[in-house]
């Protein structure tokens, strides 16, 4: 509280400036002519030239020449309305004429000027030499205009009197010196200056960053809408510092039209008083009463606007501005109470500031006070919300810790629930990796199966003709003992014997001969290990082993089997491996493409492809279903699960085929119908 007390302090010091730096009461000009020989600079500070002007309504005089003798007075501060000519006022709108004579003391110090004008336009020259400006005093409206100002000058020293002539053009605004021109030391005018400069910037920093943070709070928590009317409070506030007559407006807005300026601050007016009206409805909700909050509201908004008829009634502005004070702060107070005696211990500092704010912004109509009187109520309004944003920011930080601690005790549950998940997961996938090696194995178990089955019925056949015939042979050779024993062989007798002996010679050689081919094809299949080394044959001598194996069980099934693989075509590669591709293959086509009583035909063909040798199965069966085409060679993928297959064979296929034999596999529809499968090899050349 004592670093508040001190910092108040320090702001009313340095904004009540020069005010505060006469120590006697100044001398008044008479007759155009301020005395200020006995005026001692450094003991009693910078002086206001204010008293009777010399004073040419409708002219603009020449700083060089002479002033014509025909001039009247005119009191400073004043209103050119105050002077009657003719028995008739002066209109507000117009050009005139000051000039006043400053008798100096023979010791003064080197001197500067300072203006605190900038509505209208003025030009001032100290000794025929311009020194400060407004803008640019013209004699129409068209050749006037307040963009621009130079409010702070050194004078030339060395001399005891000062002629100070000021020229003034009013169109679109009041005509006269409302505020006087300050003379002083050249040190302390100065000085003041840069420390009324350097802490209204600070004081605007303080603004905006409140107004700032205030408005990403909001950003951040929506539903809080009263951080929304205090940051426009702020930046309100701020804008104000910007467009008010002060070093830092003279600094930020020097090349913005006078009038423009005025027009803004009188605009910040309703800006700083509608957001404490919104802010006492959103800290307090339910103590607020509209039929209080409309009028303060609607005589808030009547302020700038009363301001564009300043000229035709000068005290428009002035009782506009008064009865919206007034409004506003009644109704603050209302709030403030209700809120107070219903316990909300935030009622009292905000009552407090917005009693000061009031306070602050009457002594400014009415011109009581000092200069910095309304920053000085705006400061203690932006301390009263820098607390309630600290105690925002840290009920947010406790928020934000109380949900850290929340979520860290969520993240470890999640970790313990990952980890426990994890470990299911890693079984379930042990036992399926378990289950799937049993059923590639059944896979494998049941395609030897069939292997063995198509062999056996190519066994049956030259076995059944060897067994048949060698029964016979005996059955001929136990006849011819018996012929023989009894002494009844004839010749012709004997040369039968020797003919259906070389039949049956003959047959038995053939069927042996086929017996042994099944048997090597059979050994071609099963007899090398999967994953074997790699070797360069010849694909047709292969096929033509494989394939009597497996063309029985497609004839059985109605299916016919053509082959078309061009002589001499080699692949390298494991040739039990590729006998195991192709019966799953040719069962798969089995089993899915030709339905029960539906027979077809299945096409071998082989030819080089690239830098591959691509070789096809395909049939004219069925095709593939749309639900299974995209996903054909992945595991457990069927469309015969009711059936007990388990949609492995493909996969297995194509890890045989990718792998083992460093090929690539796919499948697809079949021009005309049907699904072909294409084998890309590795060619008999590589190495």
């Not at 004579?101 to 900038?118: C, G, K, S």
């Not at 470990?423 to 042990?430: G, I």
């Not at 059923?439 to 089955?453: H, I, M, P, W, Y």
Request: aromatic residues 6%; neutral net charge; charged residues 15%.
């Amino acid at each position: 509280m004592r670093v508040i007390i001190g910092l108040l302090a320090f702001l009313l010091t340095v904004l009540a400036g020069p005010a505060s730096l006469a120590a006697t009461p100044p001398p008044r000009a008479a007759d155009g002519v301020l005395d200020l020989r006995g005026w001692d600079f450094g003991r009693d500070g910078p002086v206001r030239l204010v008293g009777d002007w010399s004073f040419w309504p409708g002219r603009l005089l020449d700083p060089g020449q002479p002033p014509p003798g025909d001039g009247t007075l005119l009191a400073v501060p004043g209103r050119w309305t105050s002077l009657s000519v003719g028995g008739k006022p002066l209109p507000g709108e117009g050009v005139g004429t000051y000039r006043l004579r400053v008798l100096l003391p023979a010791d003064a110090p080197p001197l500067a000027l300072r203006q605190a004008q900038r509505f209208i336009a003025w030009e001032v020259a100290v000794n025929g030499r311009p020194t400060l400006h407004t803008g640019r005093a013209g004699l129409t409206a068209g050749g006037t205009h307040t963009a621009g100002q130079k409010a702070l000058a050194a004078l030339p020293g060395g001399g005891t009197e000062l002629d100070i002539l000021v020229r003034v053009a009013a169109f679109g605004g009041y005509g006269g010196m409302t505020q006087p021109l300050l003379l002083g030391p050249a040190d302390t005018l100065f000085d003041s200056w840069q420390a009324e400069l350097a802490l209204r910037a600070a004081f605007l920093s303080l603004c905006g960053s409140m107004g700032l943070l205030y408005l990403i709070l909001f950003l951040l928590r929506p539903s809080d809408r009263a951080c929304l009317a205090f940051a426009g409070m702020s930046l309100s506030i701020a804008l104000v510092q910007v467009t008010s007559n002060t070093p830092l407006g003279s600094l930020l807005a020097g090349e913005i039209s006078g009038q423009a300026l005025a027009q803004v601050n009188n605009w910040m007016f309703p800006g700083v008083w509608l957001s404490c009206l919104a802010s006492a409805q959103l800290l307090f909700p339910g103590h607020v009463r509209w039929r209080w909050m409309a009028p303060a509201a609607l005589l808030s908004l009547a302020v700038p606007v009363a301001s564009f008829w300043t000229l035709s009634h000068p005290g428009l502005l002035t009782r506009t501005a008064g009865l919206a004070l007034a409004a506003c702060a009644l109704t603050l107070a209302l709030v403030a109470w209700r809120a107070w005696r219903s316990g909300q211990g935030l009622a009292l500092p905000m009552g407090l500031a917005w009693a000061v704010l009031a306070l602050a912004n009457l002594a400014l109509v009415l011109r009581l006070g000092f200069p910095g009187v309304v920053e000085a109520g705006y400061c203690l309004m932006l301390f009263i919300q820098g607390a309630l944003l600290f105690d925002r920011l840290r009920r947010l930080l406790d928020q934000a810790n109380r949900l850290n601690d929340r979520l860290a005790a969520l993240n470890r549950d999640l970790e313990a629930q990952v980890a426990d998940r994890t470990r299911h997961l890693s079984q379930a996938v042990e036992e399926l990796r378990a289950t799937q090696g049993q059923l590639v194995q059944s896979e494998k178990l049941a395609g030897l199966g069939r292997l063995v089955a198509g062999v056996a019925h190519e066994l049956n056949t030259p076995l059944g003709i060897t067994l048949t015939t060698t029964s016979h042979l005996t059955q001929q050779v136990d006849e011819l003992e018996r012929a023989l024993q009894s002494g009844k062989v004839t010749r012709t007798a004997f040369a039968t014997f020797l003919q259906d002996l070389r039949e049956a010679s003959t047959l038995l050689t053939v069927n042996v001969t086929r017996t042994a081919a099944v048997v090597q094809s059979f050994k071609q299949v099963a007899g090398e290990p999967e994953g074997g080394p790699h070797r360069r044959f010849d694909l047709p001598e292969f096929l033509s082993e494989l394939l009597p194996a497996q063309e029985a069980r497609l004839r059985n099934a109605g299916v016919r089997l053509e082959v078309e693989v061009p002589p001499g075509l080699e692949v390298r590669g494991n040739p039990g491996v590729l006998g195991q591709v192709l019966d799953e293959l040719l069962s798969n086509i089995l089993s899915h493409a030709f339905p029960p009583g539906r027979g077809g035909t299945v096409r071998l063909s082989a030819a080089p492809d690239g830098d591959r040798v691509a070789l096809a199965v395909e049939d004219d069966g069925t095709g593939l279903p749309a639900e299974v085409r995209g996903r054909l060679f992945e595991p457990f993928v069927t469309t015969g699960r009711r059936d007990g297959r388990t949609g492995l064979g493909l996969h297995m296929a194509y890890n045989l085929v990718t792998g083992a034999l460093g090929g690539v596999i796919g499948a697809e529809d079949r021009p005309g119908g049907g699904t072909r499968f294409t084998l890309r090899l590795l060619p008999g050349g590589a190495g």
